[in-house]
């Protein structure tokens, strides 16, 4: 037999030329961004600017994104337009591109959606930490004041450590400590236990030594807190978790308070070379587009099953939809739960202010034997047992397997945007799975 797909292929191939030659490819739409002039975003809310604000950047008639990985662009064809770079004052536009390492379609328009839902001028990076250690190399504070938190932005301390004469501080150092040009490297919520910190509080003592407060906002993106009203003057995410959000790229961002720092840290990552690949871009523009529902209904899941776990501790069962037995499964295993829900002194001072929609989707559990804490991920039917957060699945993960610095009976959950009842009866089966290994 003759496989039909030849014929049918070739004959396609024609038609697509043909039709090719008949109808060229749509010019260049230069209406776009005075459409988009019109438009004033500033009144829009997140979720309308996550799908309209690089409208201005659609420069083609295509309403989903294009996909452009070329790494070179072709320079005006006119020779009475062309600048040589080294005689331009101006800075090139967001449409205007030269070479991938410099700026490409994609990543320009997720840099611009990203700025109004940050509220500040971004730059994207290959990846979060990457983008810590170009802050780190723009900014050369000769003392950074650091908290626990995620093990890899020490790496990224030490890195820089070794090329230069910086000293490491903990984060609640002596205010005195530190000087003008230092940096307090802020993480909040913190990995892995999902606890918050006082921004306002960092950011004042900042100020008062004339150092930088930079945030690492990945555990509370966007709508959930906004660093910049709380005296942050940069703002850094892993967009690899919630902006990218379906676990399939990397990449990192920085928001910049002070709009003159942003032409010299993008020339920095010309030199640095770590900028996304057009084809992150993409799948990035493509995931922040639903930024806001992904998050937000992680977060409230995460918080139902947080106060389900707290209410059963604490002994209590009313309003939670658990029963007796549900209850006493929850209470053989677990010792304790983290999260920032559960400040409620905060909640009262200066926590509801800061997070004001929600505590974040990441949570953590320590379990009453390490043995529990290993054994619970292989119980699990809808958590994947692997690092990582800010995915669509939730994912749950032995935190010892990935930082040695975490005690090993902790577990750290990442909330996805499957059903809150689903999770907690698998949550709760899992539980009295794990409860037997006590008894054997
Ligand atoms: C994942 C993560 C990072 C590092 O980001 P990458 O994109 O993996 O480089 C930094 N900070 C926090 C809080 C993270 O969760």
């Known amino acids: 037999m003759s496989p039909p797909r030849a014929n049918g292929t070739n004959g396609n191939n024609h038609v697509e030329a043909a039709d090719l030659n008949k109808n060229p490819p749509v010019p260049v739409d230069d209406d776009a961004a005075e459409r988009l002039q019109e438009l004033n975003l500033e009144i829009l809310s997140p979720s309308t600017r996550a799908i309209h604000a690089d409208d201005a950047l659609n420069v083609l008639a295509d309403v989903a994104p294009p996909v452009h990985v070329s790494t070179t662009f072709r320079y005006a064809k006119d020779p009475a337009n062309l600048t040589p770079s080294h005689l331009r004052s101006d800075p090139l536009g967001s449409t205007e591109h030269i070479y991938s390492r410099y700026s490409t379609h994609s990543t320009s328009r997720l840099e611009t959606i990203l700025e109004t839902l940050l509220h500040a001028p971004c730059l994207t990076y290959s990846s979060g930490l990457s983008a810590f250690y170009a802050l780190l190399v723009f900014l050369r504070p000769k003392r950074v004041a650091i908290g626990d938190g995620y093990h890899g932005c020490h790496g990224v301390l030490d890195l820089y450590m070794r090329t230069s004469k910086c000293e490491k501080l903990p984060l609640d150092c002596k205010p005195e400590e530190l000087d003008e040009g230092n940096l307090i490297a802020l993480e909040t919520p913190v990995n892995p236990t999902g606890k918050a910190f006082n921004i306002q509080h960092y950011a004042d003592i900042a100020r008062s030594r004339r150092a930088y407060l930079m945030v690492d906002s990945t555990f509370a993106p966007p709508p959930l807190q906004d ?111 983290h999260h920032a829900s559960l400040q409620e002194a905060d909640k009262k001072t200066w926590l509801r202010k800061q997070m004001p929609k929600g505590y974040g989707p990441v949570f953590s ?8 804490a290993k054994h619970l991920p292989s119980k699990l039917n809808l958590f994947h047992h692997a690092t990582s957060l800010g995915g669509v699945e939730s994912l749950i993960e032995w935190r010892t397997m990935s930082d040695a610095t975490v005690s090993p009976d902790m577990l750290r959950v990442s909330i996805g945007i499957e059903d809150y009842q689903d999770l907690l009866d698998d949550l709760l089966q899992a539980f009295r799975e794990v409860a037997k290994l006590r008894q054997s």
């Open 227 to 337: 660093p910049f009203r709380h005296g942050a003057d940069f703002v850094m995410h892993s967009g690899t978790k919630y902006i990218g959000g379906h676990s399939d790229m990397l990449c990192g961002v920085l928001a910049v308070k002070n709009k003159a720092s942003l032409a010299p840290m993008k020339k920095d990552r010309h030199f640095l070379g770590s900028v996304m690949g057009g084809l992150e871009g993409w799948l990035g523009v493509r995931s922040v587009r639903t930024l806001e529902l992904r998050v937000m209904r992680q977060a409230d899941t995460a918080e139902r099953i947080v106060q389900a776990l707290d209410y059963a501790l604490s002994g209590h069962s009313v309003g939670t939809g658990l029963s007796k037995s549900d209850v006493e499964a929850i209470q053989a295993v677990v010792r304790e739960v």
């Open 365 to 372: 559990i320590v379990m009453k034997e390490d043995v529990f």
